[in-house]
């Protein structure tokens, strides 16, 4: 089945070591977000790619990067986490233009930082 | 004052019942509405997708858009204990420059129970 898939699903850091997150997709859509939902919060912004073209949000932390090296592939780089950075981080897919414009969400990455 | 408010819950309710979520928000812009499921430890599932004002039925589901009063509504008739999840509202607006960003609501703890 077409979908997408995040990697790892749980992630433990300790304070200050950088992290990578990996999100793939099967869907070949051309527009790829990265959300943060911390506990009991709503899904946040921090940046998404439509095709190449790479859009950060006005209040996504420096400390925050994506790469995009093809389609179906984009990292998170967190540079140096903080304990304010232990959340969900969910991946999400969309086609654009489409018929719907519906975004495709990953299980997401649980990152703990100790 | 937060662009989408969705009250929290939780929500409690018998098998069978009609659970009635809704959000407000503050931004007459917002054109597409959307309301997704989300289990617990997983990535949302998008649930239903209106634009502008009106209503929508799929199966069990009902949402409904008031754009002159600002609010949404997701109504699930004959609730089942596999629905019990958290209820999120999200909405965009059409165009612009961060294409397809979502603002999501808090998110509603729906619990149904046997």
């Known amino acids: 089945d077409a979908m997408v898939i995040q990697n790892p699903r749980y992630q433990v850091t300790q304070f200050g070591k950088p992290v990578t997150l990996s999100c793939s997709q099967t869907?070949?859509?051309?527009?790829m977000y990265w959300y943060q939902q911390k506990s009991s919060q709503a899904p946040k912004l921090l940046f998404h790619?439509?095709?190449?073209?790479?859009?950060n949000e006005a209040d996504t932390p420096d400390n925050f990067q994506s790469r995009r090296p093809n389609t179906s592939f984009c990292f998170l780089d967190i540079r140096s986490p903080g304990l304010g950075d232990a959340a969900m981080y969910l991946c999400?897919?969309?086609?654009?233009?489409?018929?719907?414009?519906?975004?495709?969400f990953g299980p997401g990455t649980r990152l703990t930082v100790l | 004052q937060k662009e989408v408010e969705q009250d929290p819950g939780p929500l409690s309710v018998p098998e069978g019942a009609i659970v009635s979520l809704n959000c407000t928000y503050s931004?007459?812009?917002?054109?597409?509405f959307m309301w997704y499921r989300q289990y617990s430890r997983k990535g949302p599932e998008l649930l239903m997708y209106?634009?502008?004002?009106g209503n929508k039925e799929d199966g069990r589901f009902t949402a409904q858009v008031d754009k002159s009063s600002k609010y949404i509504s997701l109504f699930i008739r004959d609730s089942q204990p596999s629905d019990s999840a958290t209820y999120l509202c999200?909405?965009?607006?059409?165009?612009?420059?961060?294409?397809?960003?979502?603002?999501f609501g808090q998110g509603t703890i729906l619990t149904v129970h046997p």
């Open positions: 999400a897919t969309m086609i654009s233009p489409g018929v719907t414009d519906t975004q495709y």
């Open positions: 209106t634009y502008s004002s």
């Open positions: 790619y439509y095709d190449k073209d790479f859009n």
């Open positions: 869907l070949n859509h051309n527009v």
């Open positions: 931004n007459s812009a917002f054109q597409y």
């Open positions: 999200a909405m965009r607006f059409a165009g612009g420059t961060s294409y397809g960003k979502l603002t």
